[in-house]
């Protein structure tokens, strides 16, 4: 076996002994905490709108139907195209491709294909015939039914299905609205006034389309009311389809219903990706397997969970990586069944920013995608302390008052609540008819992972904290972390550090990830830009957290769908690291300077051994609409480390485009190839120190605890002209 497939290996068997933890402590209880994910893929070599901002496109919606077919061939399912979402300025909803099974593996279908997974048909469709046969189905099965034309050549069947209960369809009030068809439920069908006929009752419109030249049949699904209903009516269409001789048929309409017995997986268009709604899993092992088959899927036709730029840096597909957890039904939500954990989760997310940034996409912070509960204002956070106060000193509360007590403080600054951080619109929410009363919390401060392996490690962490809060008391207060959050926070180091903290609290707990998952979810080398060895020490520099702010009018941006940022502030993390004890013994002396200002080190002590970490912001680019239009680009950087008692130094000289100039041969076509870029961007060379007497102390207005901010510098500081702003720009 080789050390990759070991690896591989050991991976699985450290989510199947996690998910078993999990379970055992959470069984006394009677509560199953389900997860799902909504994983984001993009064409990254397109430069086409569709790939870069709009939600819509030609080649989007073909490459997701490719998908739904390679992910068909593999998971089985029944291929439904229902209605997605539409939003504000959007002609028409959205298109939403989905598959829908059964969790046992019992085939739900037993019809024609639809057209995309076969040859296309040959010969014309009997829309008459296929009217027919379902009529005579769905009597069949006890309903009342009715067919009327429609407009533009579309064919009307309304079914009465008995009510639970009912003992024949005569006793149920609906009858009437079938008319005499239900009294001789033998006799042809007639003309039917469609108003009366569907109203209140479920409703199939058949029609015909052009596909790939031939005609297709199409049936419109009503909205059902159960899993159950729904089967039923498959049951009907398939055998019908069968009958009227149709080698092919499209189903589109309602979405069906869902629970604990089947999977409902959606793919849908989103501004630049191809957003995919994974059905929930009760554990981390059966989605692992179901993520693994869907990277798959999307590696071969191309699409990709990230992007590369031309300089080699590294960003989330765009459309994030958001991982949402429930119950096997609304009434089993673990947020229900123990209502003191999602205030606790609360409390938890607040006192441990990793959770918040080390995992996340680029956009965060208060004018991000994922705003923390801390982030919306000081009266704000006061509010959210009294709110989860109330919910935990009184009875526990029931789903009303636990999502109402909340709904109003998790939102970002403007009250969105679908850019919150920790996302309760689907909790238990009037206000969204069908889809509102799923007891799901999303966490939405996830990138898209670049591998399944690592979507798992991080969904396997999210579901341990939620385990851990639901089996143990956790009441420490809420941490105001001021100025803190977007400086010390900012710094990978000190994200690492925090995550350490949830590590080890996770394995007090009795429920420790293990090592493949915790290992997995510590290496952060996308952020890595340079590092170099000098003398016993070692210089690392990685790119940091930046909390991009809006720009321009907010309150005439399109509020719904995107939002202008200046994206132009860059952020890096210089760290040095004593390699052996020997060299320990003097770090303390080491310096380094950013052209002719020398940092002020943050020393620190870890398991490691003793480390030295500070930030430095300044302006990578010049935005053509942004902040600060007098203010050039100041790369590249120039940084000097040395210490007093040697002779030589080390000059790096950090700059955002290649140090020869000119352009790229194209995108990077890996990881690899994009690593190599970032590290010849840090060109390293021997230097002498530089005169105490030519080195001069940061103005107080550019200093905080953990970053020098060179922008309050401008042009004094000997950091470069600028000349590599356009090439940025170019790139980014």
Known sequence: MSKQDRDATDFDEAVLAHDEAVAAAISAMGLAIWVGTEPTFTDRFSEAPEWLSSALGEDKATRAEQLLCAMQARMGGLVLRTEGRQYPGEDQPRWSLGLYARRDGTPVWHGPPDPALGSPPESDCDLDGLRSELCTRLREIGCGVRSFAGDAGCLHVVALFPAAGSAALEDDPRSSLIGEGLADPGRADDALDDANAADGLPCFVLDRITWQGAAVARIA??????????????????????????????????????????????ITPDPAVIEINMAPYADVTGLLAATRTLYAASTELGLAPYRLYYNGSVADSGGGGQIT???????????????????????????????????????IGGSGQAVRADERGRDAFRELGLALALLERGPPPDAETLWSGLSQLLTDAVGNSHRAELNIEKLWNPYIPGRGKLGLVELRALRMQHTPER?????????????????????????????????RYALPYYLERDLEEVLGDLSAAGLGLGAPLAELLRRNSLRLIARVRHRDCELTIRRAVEFWPLIGDVGRQDQETSRLV???????????????????????????????????????????GPAKVFGL???????????????????????????????DALHATLHDWRPSGGGYDGLPADLAEAAARRAERCVVEPASPPAQETLRAPPPEALTPYALDLRWLGLGLGLGSGTEESAWSEGA
């Open 617 to 647: 912001r300044y302006r990578s680019f010049v935005l053509w609409q942004g902040l600060h239009p007098a203010l050039p680009a100041q790369g590249p950087l120039s940084l000097t480390l040395w210490h007093p008692a040697h002779a």
């Open 566 to 608: 200046d994206a132009s502030t860059t952020r890096v993390e210089i760290r040095l690291c004593a390699l052996d004890r020997a060299a320990a013994e003097d770090f303390a002396d080491w310096r380094i300077a950013v052209g002719d200002v020398q940092l002020p080190w943050r020393l620190e002590q870890d398991p490691r």
């Open 325 to 363: 957890f429930g119950g096997p039904s609304p009434q089993e939500s673990p947020f229900f069944v123990a209502p003191r954990v999602l205030p606790r989760l609360v409390r938890y997310l607040n006192r441990h920013p990793a959770l918040s940034y080390l995992f996340a996409h680029d956009h």
């Open 455 to 487: 979507a798992a490690a991080l969904a396997a962490l999210l579901r341990a904290i939620i385990a851990m809060l639901a089996v143990r008391e956790f009441d420490a207060p809420l941490c105001d972390h001021g100025d803190d959050l977007h400086d």
């Open 221 to 266: 699904l009503p909205d059902c009311e159960s899993v159950e209903q729904f089967s039923r009516c498959l049951d009907a269409i398939g055998a019908a389809a069968t009958d009227a001789g149709l080698p092919a048929l499209l189903l589109t309409g309602h979405p069906p219903p869902v629970d604990a017995t089947v999977s409902w997986t959606t």
